[in-house]
């Protein structure tokens, strides 16, 4: 049973004390008010609250007053007075007090005193503890679901892993988060990386190789890794993959499994700098309900973008084969009978009209059949290669290979920018061995965080309006469907020759809904 002291002044002092600590509800305030109030109220020079770790096997943090952490020593040396600080039942740490102003020793009343601030101290730290515990879960919940819908809305992949380890390191009062995906080869591979040093990004692409690795991810189970200054750590890598990352090499990491059903498809690793060992500890089980969470959101997006691909795959198919089947046939009886027309046309005029026909003809089959061969690459090709690809198939009709250049962001175009730019280049091209007559083109492509713009110049004959504007008008249609624009420029400067300017802004193609 809890007594206190006969003293009224000692009581009141008492009150004064419970008052101060159980009126704060930080943690971060509250156990450091703890430790100072207790000195005040037994008239204690120095003063330590060492907290337990959750399963009691030793001190996972001290909280101290008048005296640094390296000088815990003194706590034994001196007159002192402990007592167990109980939350629920529970051991939650052990309030040490020394060195008794006027070199005395503590007595009973001294010890009544610090048991009661230690009673009211235990319902402080368990009320601070649950609204602690609803803001880290609402914060948990916060970053899940910015993580998932990151993930699922279709946003850039890095961009996505950057946001997932972003908000992990801020959950988890993190100094560094990181996540290692499996990749083809069965190893793992850091994706992507944050942390309070700049030097954080420098470990994204490091293979982690040893065995070990492989080995905790297998288990499906976090593991929490703790080693001090001057101990041998039990896990070197993870050392090594710290000091790469700018934090010590001692201290707190956590090794979290990425798990979707018995598979899993990834490590997520957090790391603490210094002494935070409660906070590390508290963050072991939102660590990995977050990492399986993030891991059932990234095989999603993967199976949608697999269902994206096949939908884009089974249309183009669709395209090239109704390309072969209907339009080539078509075009290649009319251009038989046009031949046959040539053959009985008594005026040479008519003759050279149906000629040009027959000519204009045999090119747009070629095109056709490019774009054919263009519908059945597979989409992983870079871009700056398919166009270059592109303008060289045009080296025998143009005579010469065009000069290509592709600047920017290329991840940054989607599949039906990508498609439209393409059939851009391609037409104006086709235009420039039809018409121009030229000795040089040039392709240049520039894509910004806003924009694409498709460049087509050739030094030929310059344009002429002939009435028959179906290609400029793809063209423009092709523009206006994304909310931008086409220009034709004839002649170019002095030196004469056609240059076509189309642009675009990124992700504003008009809905079809």
């Known amino acids: 049973m809890l ?42 020079r120095y003063g330590s609250l060492g907290i337990l770790r959750q399963d009691a096997s030793g001190v996972v943090e001290s909280v101290t007053d008048g005296l640094n952490p390296d000088d815990l020593g003194l706590l034994g040396v001196n007159s002192s007075l402990e007592v167990p600080v109980m939350v629920r039942g529970q051991a939650f740490g ?24 230690a009673g009211a101290a235990g319902m402080a730290i368990d009320n601070a503890r649950m609204l602690q515990e609803t803001r880290r879960q609402q914060q948990w919940s916060e970053a899940i679901s910015e993580m998932s819908q990151a993930l699922l809305s279709g946003q850039d992949k890095r961009d996505a892993l950057g946001l997932l380890v972003s908000r992990a390191c801020s959950a988890a009062q993190a100094d560094l988060a990181a996540i290692a995906l499996v990749g083809e080869d069965g190893g793992l591979v850091i994706e992507a990386a944050t942390g309070v040093d700049p030097r954080a990004g420098a470990i994204v692409g490091t293979p982690l190789t040893e065995p070990h690795w492989l080995a905790v991810l297998e288990s499906g189970e976090p593991l929490l890794l703790v080693s001090n200054e001057g101990e041998t750590a039990a896990d070197p890598s993870a050392g090594l993959l710290r000091a790469a990352s700018g934090l010590e090499s001692h201290g707190q990491t956590a090794l979290v499994p990425m798990s979707v059903g018995l598979g ?18 508290d963050s072991a089980e939102p660590l990995k309900q977050y990492a399986d969470q993030a891991a059932v959101t990234l095989t999603a997006a993967s199976a949608q973008r697999d269902r994206a691909r096949m939908e884009v795959l089974e249309d183009r198919e669709r395209i090239a084969r109704d390309m072969h089947d209907v339009v080539i046939q078509r075009l290649f009886a009319t251009g038989l009978g046009l031949q ?16 040009e026909a027959v000519d204009e003809l045999d090119l747009a089959i070629k095109d056709i059949r490019r774009m054919i061969f263009a519908l059945h690459q597979p989409a992983t090709v870079p871009l700056d290669e398919e166009v270059r690809e592109l303008a060289l198939g045009f080296r025998a009709p143009l005579g010469f290979a ?37 000795g040089r083109a040039l392709v ?70």
């Open 340 to 355: 046959s027309a040539a053959r009985v046309a008594g005026h040479p005029y008519v003759q050279n009209r149906l000629a």
């Open 402 to 438: 065009p000069i290509v250049a592709v600047t920017g962001d290329l991840d940054a175009v989607d599949e039906e920018m990508r498609l439209d730019l393409l059939a851009v280049i391609r037409e104006a091209l086709s235009n420039v061995a039809r018409h121009a007559q030229a």
């Open 264 to 281: 899993h498809i990834g490590l997520l690793v957090v790391a603490w700098a210094g002494d935070e060992g409660r906070v590390a500890y």
């Open 3 to 44: 007594r206190l002291p006969g003293s009224t002044e000692a009581v009141a002092t008492l009150l004064d004390a419970v008052l101060a600590v159980g009126s704060e509800l930080d943690l971060d305030v509250l156990l450091p008010r703890l430790v100072r109030s207790a000195c005040y109220l037994v008239g204690a």
């Open 94 to 117: 052990m309030l040490s007090l020394a060195d008794k102003v006027g070199g005395l020793d503590f007595t009973e009343d001294d010890q009544a005193l610090v048991q009661a601030l």
């Open 444 to 513: 240049d492509v520039v894509i910004d965080r806003s924009v694409v713009r498709v460049g087509v110049e050739d030094d030929g004959v310059g344009f002429t309006e002939t009435g028959r504007r179906s290609g400029l008008g793809n063209l423009q249609e092709r523009a206006a469907h994304h909310g931008g624009t086409m220009m034709l420029i004839s002649p170019v400067g002095v030196l004469g020759g056609t240059r076509l300017d189309w642009e675009a802004p990124l992700g504003a193609a008009e809905s079809d809904f």
